[in-house]
């Protein structure tokens, strides 16, 4: 069946970049995405990226997908102590497929 | 527009009492999904719905779990009779399709405390 895999916590100092994996089963997925949860919050979608792609850049946010490895990672440029949250990675499917988060502490 | 609204946000009941989470989908979205989040176990798919008619329920964890979706507009999780364990954060989420560039909404969760 399908399952995404993510490791549950990283910790980068303010400034640093963030990278975060995530590693997917479903190599039929057309959809990967990323969201984001932040305390006290629901998930709020934070961008996504089309299986034809192998990168998509939106200001600080950079995705990279590998298709042969089944490989996401979304890196944060120039970390804020407001982009401390959970990410969930996630793959389309019927419904979504969801990681189980990785909580991304910033230290100031 | 608004978003995917829950209510309660917060829920305190004692073990054994019944408790009844709504949910008010997006306009337009014909998917409803319930989750339940904990830090044992994560993010859970519990249920979800197309056009009011329950999908795929075998998330949801025990016969004290009920999910209904009268309208378009409304649906219900319930818990009865309540236990300690099910002491979770709840999300709805809405999504006008199941797949594709279309993801899911989500609520801002019930946080449920059972005492």
């Known amino acids: 069946g399908e399952d995404v895999e993510q490791s549950l916590f990283l910790s980068v100092r303010e400034g640093d970049s963030s990278v975060i994996n995530c590693t997917y089963t479903d190599s039929s997925s057309t959809y990967l995405y990323w969201y984001k949860q932040e305390p006290g919050a629901g998930l709020q979608l934070l961008t996504y990226?089309?299986?034809?792609?192998d990168m998509k850049q939106d200001q600080r946010l950079t995705v990279l997908l590998n298709k042969k490895d089944k490989h996401l990672s979304l890196r944060i440029a120039d970390t804020q102590t407001g982009d401390s949250a959970i990410y969930f990675c996630a793959e389309n499917g019927s419904p979504l497929v969801f990681g189980k988060g990785t909580r991304l502490s910033v230290i100031a | 527009d608004a978003g995917v609204i829950q209510s309660p946000r917060h829920e305190v009941t004692e073990m054994g009492q019944e408790v009844t989470l709504r949910c008010k989908p997006i306009s337009g979205h014909d998917y409803l999904f319930w989750y339940r989040q904990t830090m044992m176990r994560g993010l859970e798919l519990l249920i979800y719905?197309?056009?009011?008619?329950?999908?795929?329920d075998s998330g949801m964890p025990e016969d004290r779990f009920s999910a209904k979706m009268p309208n378009a507009s409304f649906s219900t999780l319930k818990i009865q009779p309540s236990e300690p364990r099910d002491s979770a954060v709840y999300f709805c989420?809405?999504?006008?399709?199941?797949?594709?560039?279309?993801?899911?909404?989500f609520g801002d969760g019930t946080r449920l405390s059972i005492l």
């Open positions: 990226i089309f299986s034809n792609m």
């Open positions: 989420a809405s999504s006008p399709k199941g797949v594709g560039n279309q993801p899911q909404h």
């Open positions: 719905f197309n056009n009011n008619v329950p999908i795929d």
